[in-house]
């Protein structure tokens, strides 16, 4: 297998914490969503993209993780239970929207002043995260994982959104707000998966 991705992209970064959970060997490739490899595996040409063994494409980073936790049984990072998927399946979305906020802002600082979408753009992208992670906080409390007694998809989803909210919008200081989430993020990004970023 060999996954296509930026190495700076949060998406693959999610897919790469799956990888080393679930102990898979893959490829990675270095690759923007405007490189010949994506473009020739992907139709929307998007990353990250998951090339497998046997030649076929599949896009997005929460249906390759779904793939990826089918095709190695165990550790078992989306439950089984209708209820209990739904639920880490939750978190990954808010997971994933967070991450969309936050890379939304890092890409319109790199933007010219001139081109800028401006204050209230900031503003809605900022809602989004501190909404975002005031659900989380929420439903995190003081347990130990997100979802159940046992890591998760739901912890590769918020651990990665958190680390993203660090390196793509540093200055946010959101840990003073919220004490749980940075217990957490200080506990679980110690896991030896998140070591791949």
């Not at 793509?168 to 003073?176: A, F, I, K, L």
């Amino acid at each position: 297998m060999k996954l296509l991705g930026p190495s700076r992209s949060p998406y693959a970064f999610k897919v790469m914490v799956m990888l080393a959970e679930k102990g898979i060997t893959c490829k990675f490739s270095d690759s923007s969503p405007s490189s010949p490899e994506v473009t020739a595996a992907n139709p929307l040409s998007k990353v990250p993209t998951l090339i497998c063994d046997d030649g076929k494409a599949l896009y997005d980073s929460s249906v390759i993780v779904e793939y990826l936790d089918g095709i190695v049984d165990s550790p078992k990072l989306i439950p089984e239970k209708f209820e209990e998927r739904v639920e880490v399946k939750r978190w990954e979305a808010l997971g994933n929207g967070v991450m969309d906020a936050s890379v939304a802002i890092s890409h319109e600082n790199r933007e010219p002043e001139a081109t800028r979408k401006g204050p209230d753009f900031y503003a809605k992208q900022q809602k989004k995260i501190d909404l975002g992670l005031a659900v989380m906080e929420k439903d995190l409390g003081d347990q130990r994982f997100c979802h159940g007694d046992r890591f998760s998809l739901a912890d590769i989803s918020c651990g990665c959104a958190l680390i993203c909210i660090d390196i793509r919008v540093p200055d946010m200081g959101w840990r003073e707000s919220f004490p749980a989430l940075a217990r957490y993020a200080e506990r679980i990004t110690k896991r030896t998966a998140f070591e791949v970023k």
